[in-house]
């Protein structure tokens, strides 16, 4: 099986969230010898004190806050320079029991795990819902294993997609040593993925789901549920927008990063293949003229 190589970014408004992520992954992860796991300090504001029972990790602490898309590249030299698959965690997730299994079986695929922004189960008090906090999982972590070990009975394969957040991703090394790096140019968060997105679908990789593990992602914990105001989030999303535009258009950034799929009634060619998962001919047509040429 590959090497692999895990990595979490953490900040001082979800810190807190951080060391529930790490007890959570610890607990449900099997790790072989040869895995790694790094924790990033992103602004010097975790208490180390609270890591010594994870002793084997790596810590980084950065000089300066990095975006996401800084964050996982500097984790994706490192994976690379082990030979290893790169896993991308939020730092604001619960890891059930087997959640792992499927991910790393699931071959050079951009891999990521069923969460509650999918599926929004019941168990006893426990209520999963998309957007969520910390106090709503503690002390009920029982009825969260039994959301997970329900989920994985009746859920079971791969299924593919063209848009995800990576909010929980394993990238082959296969997939980064073809398509690169993320792109930094889009800001703080927001974007980066869903480009890297139609990149690995230009050069043939697939993205999608894994239906048989799953996680509680508590969602914008490190973003716009966290610490910033609403001018800032606003301020982000419309950098990161009209970055996206400026490279891909208009038509395929409604598409990735709204989700919009009314402009494709201009595009019925493109609005087919897509429908039948040929997501590559469909970014190729709806790609425009600037990015055609290169």
């Known amino acids: 099986m590959k090497k692999k190589f ?3 970014a953490s900040i ?11 007890e959570s992954f610890f607990k449900n992860t099997q790790l072989a010898p040869r895995d790694s796991f790094m924790l990033i300090d992103n602004d010097g504001s975790l208490d180390r004190q609270k890591l010594q029972p994870y002793e084997g990790i790596e810590y980084r602490r950065n000089n300066w806050p990095r975006s996401f898309a800084a964050n996982l590249n500097q984790a994706m030299e490192s994976a690379s320079e082990k030979g290893a698959d790169l896993y991308f965690l939020n730092n604001d997730l619960i890891f059930s029991q087997e959640w792992l299994t499927a991910v790393e079986h699931a071959g050079d695929t951009v891999a990521i795990p069923a969460s509650n922004a999918q599926f929004t189960y019941r168990a006893g008090p426990f209520q999963l819902h998309p957007f969520m906090d910390l106090d709503d999982y503690l002390g009920k972590e029982s009825y969260f294993e039994a959301i997970a070990a329900a989920h994985r009975r009746e859920n079971r394969g791969f299924r593919p997609c063209y848009r995800a957040p990576y909010f929980c991703v394993k990238i082959p090394q296969a997939v980064y040593d073809r398509v690169g790096q993320l792109d930094e140019r889009f800001g703080a968060g927001g974007g980066e993925d869903m480009d890297y997105s139609i990149r690995l679908l230009q050069h043939g990789f ?4 894994v239906l048989d593990s799953f996680v509680l992602h508590f969602q914008g914990k490190s973003t716009w549920r966290g610490n910033e105001t609403l001018q800032e989030t606003r301020h982000r999303n419309a950098a990161y927008l009209a970055a996206f535009e400026h490279k891909w258009g208009h038509v395929l950034t409604g598409l990735f990063l709204l989700g919009d799929k009314t402009a494709l009634t201009a595009h019925p060619e493109a609005a087919f293949d897509l429908s039948k998962g040929a997501y590559r001919q469909a970014i190729e047509r709806l790609m425009p003229k600037h990015q055609q040429a290169t």
Do not use: D, E, R
Not at 12 to 22: E, I, R, V
Not at 206 to 209: A, D, K, M, S
């Open 206 to 209: 697939q993205l999608g789901h």
């Open 12 to 22: 001082k408004s979800s810190a807190a969230y951080t060391y529930a992520a790490l």
């Open 6 to 8: 895990f990595a979490m």
